[in-house]
Structure formats: C-alpha cells, structure tokens
C-alpha cells in the first residue's frame, strides 16, 4: 500500500507540547513520555481511509480486548478499534461513546481529522 500522507512537517515547540498537555489528560498519557524522551514529533494528512485504516494504533487494550492479528501485532490497526469497542465483551463504553460522536461529526462534515505520527 502507497503510502498517502501530504503536507508532513515536523511540530513545533508549541505543537508538541499541546500535544504533550493533551496526552496527560488521557488514559494514553504514556505517550507524553515518549515524546518528552525525545520521540520524533511530525503531523500530516491523510489522503486515504484505507490506508488509515492499516495504520497501528496506540490501543494494546480496549475495554478488555485486545488485537487478535495472526502477525504477532500487540497493537491494535484503526480500522480494528471500532468493532472492538463494539464488542459485547468489552467494557469500554465511554471510548465507543466518543468515537461514535467522532464518526457523526465526520458525517456532518464539521471534524477536522488530524493524524500524529510519533516515532
């Protein structure tokens, strides 16, 4: 798969620590710490749901589930997060609440989509 990231660009001080404050405030919040140890900090966009969909998630665990990828993967890829957040068995319902919202406003055209690539 071609991969389809335009305008890619190293963040700034300012970008990186919003992303830094915004992290904390997560249960992702181990991410700040990569990023503070010196990961490489880019932003782009993505021009391809496929290919979006193919990339690897942050999530090892959502609600109880976790990536059933006959690769060995540890992480989950995005277009796997949704079904396993509608999993009856898992119980992380305030996830799927909110990424529903994600979806409805992307429907109505009024969500920005952004992609951070944290190396």
């Not at 991969?3 to 890619?8: E, G, N, P, V, Y």
């Not at 690769?71 to 529903?100: N, W």
């Amino acid at each position: 798969m071609t991969m389809t990231i335009a305008k890619q660009a190293t963040c700034g001080p300012v970008e990186r620590d919003a992303l830094i404050e915004y992290l904390m405030a997560t249960p992702v919040r181990w991410a700040a710490d990569l990023i503070r140890g010196g990961a490489q900090l880019s932003k782009g966009e993505v021009n391809s749901r496929e290919f979006l969909g193919s990339l690897e998630t942050i999530f090892e665990n959502l609600g109880g589930r976790h990536p059933r990828g006959v690769d060995g993967r540890k992480r989950f890829l995005v277009r796997e997060v949704l079904p396993a957040l509608q999993d009856p068995q898992c119980t992380d319902k305030a996830s799927l609440e909110r990424l529903l919202l994600y979806m409805k406003l992307d429907a109505a055209n009024t969500l920005e989509i952004k992609i951070t690539i944290v190396q």
